[in-house]
């Protein structure tokens, strides 16, 4: 499914005629209606640690940049050094200006300015790090992306909550009664979650 034949799904829902292009397109409806798709988009990325956004990146050194794509780290010890230690967050700048001064054979590490910082410096070498991309779109030929680009691009989450997620936001923006269709989208999610996650 497609962010178009989403839209043109939903589109079949709430009573519009289907659009032939909403992604560049200049009528009222589609615009709201792909606002709606990056809105909608967004906060089931933002919820969820869907599989296929979870990603690893191998540092070189302290202090490494975030990967481009970095939104979060993976819950339950996102890093881990070469030799397969866990490094232990320091959550706060006091606590971390003395952790990294002291000496240690247990790595830790601390999120400052869009950077891993280290310590001791030399466990970030090859360190891997564990996180969740900010990129749920995929794009043909471009690859992941965090905004819509094309009609044709999908997501990679599953492609049914993104309809239920515009239907209800749809409803609610014209003032119309959504509460079902947000109650069905939060149990689709919960069910897409579980799938996602190999339960049953």
Not at 19 to 25: D, K, L, M, N, R
Request: proline share 5%; charged share 25%.
């Amino acid at each position: 499914m497609t962010l178009l034949s989403a839209i043109n799904e939903v589109c079949d829902v709430v009573s519009l005629s289907q659009f032939e292009t909403v992604y560049g397109s200049t009528e009222p409806n589609a615009q709201t209606m792909l606002a709606l798709a990056q809105e909608a988009g967004d906060e089931i990325a933002r919820r969820v640690d869907w599989q296929r956004t979870l990603k690893q990146h191998t540092c070189t050194a302290s202090p490494e940049n975030f990967p481009d794509d970095y939104q979060r780290l993976t819950p339950g010890g996102g890093i881990r050094t070469a030799t397969g230690d866990f490094a232990r967050p320091v959550n706060n700048s006091g606590q971390w200006s003395i952790i990294s001064v002291v000496p240690s054979t247990q790595p830790y590490y601390f999120l400052k300015a869009n950077q891993f910082l280290f310590s001791p410096a030399d466990s970030a070498v090859d360190a891997v790090i564990d996180y969740v991309s900010k990129n749920w779109i995929m794009n043909d030929p471009a690859g992941e992306a965090a905004e819509w680009a094309a009609d044709d691009d999908t997501t990679l989450f599953p492609e049914r909550l993104l309809v239920k997620g515009i239907i209800w936001r749809w409803k609610r923006q014209k003032g119309l009664a959504y509460e079902d269709n947000l109650a069905e989208f939060e149990a689709d999610l919960v069910q897409e979650i579980n799938a996602d996650r190999g339960r049953t």
